[in-house]
């Protein structure tokens, strides 16, 4: 069945800092690739997503390539703010299906001041 | 505001009762999901309803059930609760419920059992 691994957290940087919080799947056919963030006490936003091979999704500073030939799809952001303090969780949906969403685990950024 | 609507936001209630939430989807989203979100889980897929008719299965257990109306709201019924259904539970919406279509995902419901 599907899956996706992502890194544990918590990820703690300084405003500024480069980050990368790495995410590999395991899915039969081309799914497509979502990193939704979640704020404390409120529900999931879509941040940004990729649905073929190569495809760069970007969205608020943070980027991320799905990559087919080692199955990631690690998310990035060259400067953090405090703001970006949250639960990021990469997802992905298997086409063949009907758009139901399997989840990583979810990976805690706290970026202080 | 991403337009779906969850009630209760929490819900207490004991061990063996039923309970049911309540999700209004974004305006003209055919498609609701249903999601738990537990500690140990973390964000697992329940079911998903099409329009009225149930569409895919994920893990969800024999005690839960779920409807979607033709109002399209849906509900989601969990009986015989037990302690280990402490979760959050979220509802996401879709245009169709197909492809690559975004989900959006209202701010959940947070069950307690005690």
């Known amino acids: 069945g599907n899956s996706v691994t992502q ?22 056919g081309y799914p497509s690739l979502f990193w939704y ?11 940004l997503k990729a649905t073929k091979a190569d495809d760069k999704g970007s969205n608020k500073g943070f980027e991320a390539t799905y990559r087919k030939e080692t199955t990631s799809f690690h998310l990035e952001k060259g400067s953090v703010q405090v703001s970006d303090s949250a639960v990021y969780f990469c997802a992905l949906s298997d086409f063949s299906g009907y758009s139901t969403l399997t989840f990583g685990k979810g990976t805690m950024l706290l970026v202080s001041p | 505001d991403s337009g779906v609507t969850q009630t209760p936001k929490h819900l207490i209630t004991a ?8 999700c209004s989807p974004r ?23 099409y329009n009225g008719e149930e569409r895919a299965k994920g893990n969800i257990l024999e005690r839960f059930s779920a409807q979607q109306f033709p109002d399209l709201h849906s509900e989601l019924n969990l009986s015989s609760l037990e302690l280990g259904d402490s979760a959050l539970y979220f509802c996401a919406s879709s245009a169709t419920g197909t492809g690559t279509n975004e989900a959006f995902f209202g701010q959940g ?6």
């Open chain 1, 7 to 28: 890194m544990e957290g918590p990820v703690t940087l300084s405003e500024e800092a480069f980050l990368t919080i790495n995410c590999t799947y395991t899915a039969t």
């Open chain 1, 37 to 47: 963030v979640q704020y404390p006490g409120e529900g999931l936003q879509l941040l």
């Open chain 2, 15 to 22: 061990t063996g009762q039923r309970v049911t939430l309540r």
């Open chain 2, 27 to 49: 305006s003209g989203d055919l498609s609701v999901y249903w999601y738990q979100q537990s500690l140990d889980q973390g964000l697992q897929f329940l079911i998903q309803y």
């Open chain 2, 109 to 114: 419901t947070r069950l307690t059992v005690v």
